[in-house]
């Protein structure tokens, strides 16, 4: 079968990287999207093991799905609000919503009232941008209006960086001073605006809390750096069958890859519904015994063709599988060559992988924050 090995190691590893950067401020853990489609509560649970005890996910469905495996302590957000007729869940899932509206203000005003209680919430504020969180006017209409955040207490007041990723963007900086400005006019909290690229900017932009969710699945947090990250995933196809095909014959729909030479074409069990992309057809490799074997032809729904001209003959009676994201090539690279970015090859993982997890290794206790 085509395995998809996580490397739970590297995952608490990278979570000690980011926090030996952060530190004193405490790291928390993005686990949105199915923990960035390695499965959120491996993700989740390995995390805690080294120290994490605050997680983001984007929507209520993840947060009741996630909260079961996690301590009773743990904090648990929920980064796209309130959505309308939502409030019981995240109540029963003691999840705290990001408030981005005025109308996730007011539904969380509503429910604290009718559940006779206070509920927590963070705040976030738009920064410049232009997503979610509150605007400059909205922000000053909740600190005119007493009673707009009755039954509400705010834990958090947050906001996100549009270019983290890119520390030149002079875009960084604007942004950090127009949340500092919108933070000191909502009731006094911890403040957060860092994800991976922000950690790495500096200190400046971590705030009190850091919210990193690519640094910690191997991916390069900023770009035109050196990653310092550990790789999390490997992806390795299965080789279903191999043939040489004569000069002049065309490979895959749409008979797209045809040479003047003779060729050897091994198809791998992978295609794009597996995440895939599709725009790799023709574009990129995989790599058997080290050696490049380019992707010939267009990636179909189940399965892909590659050239393994270059590939010993001994090699490739041997072979098994080919390596599509490994130590030849990472998720960037991959990434990069269809046209996207690491966060989409995650997320768009697919679900027919034998999935091989690798264990915890490490040293268990040494998250890393003195
Ligand atoms: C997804 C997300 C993060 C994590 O971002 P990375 O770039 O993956 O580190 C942090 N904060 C918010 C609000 C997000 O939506």
Redesign the pocket.
Known sequence: MTVLTIDLDALAGNYRIVAARAAPVPVAG?V?ADGYGLGAAIVAQTLAQVGCDTF?V?VTSEAVALRPLLAAEARLFV?NGVAPGDEHALIAADAIPVLNSTGDVARWRTAAAEVGRTLKAAVQVDSGMSR?GLSDGEVAALADDPNALAGIEVVLV?S?LAC??APDDPANSAQRARFAALADRLPPAPRSLG???GVFLGPDFHGDLV?????LYGAA?QEGRDNPMRPVIALDARIVQWRTVPAGTGVGYGLTSVADHDRRIATLSIGYADGWPRALSNVGAAYIGGVRAPIAGRVSMDSLCIDVSDVPAELLATATHAELIGPHQTIDTVAAQAGTIA?EILTQLGRRYARRILPVTGERNGACVS
């Open positions: 993005v949105k983001f984007a980064l979610l947050m996100h983290g990723d994800n991976s690229g919210r990193p969710g690519i640094a947090p966060y």
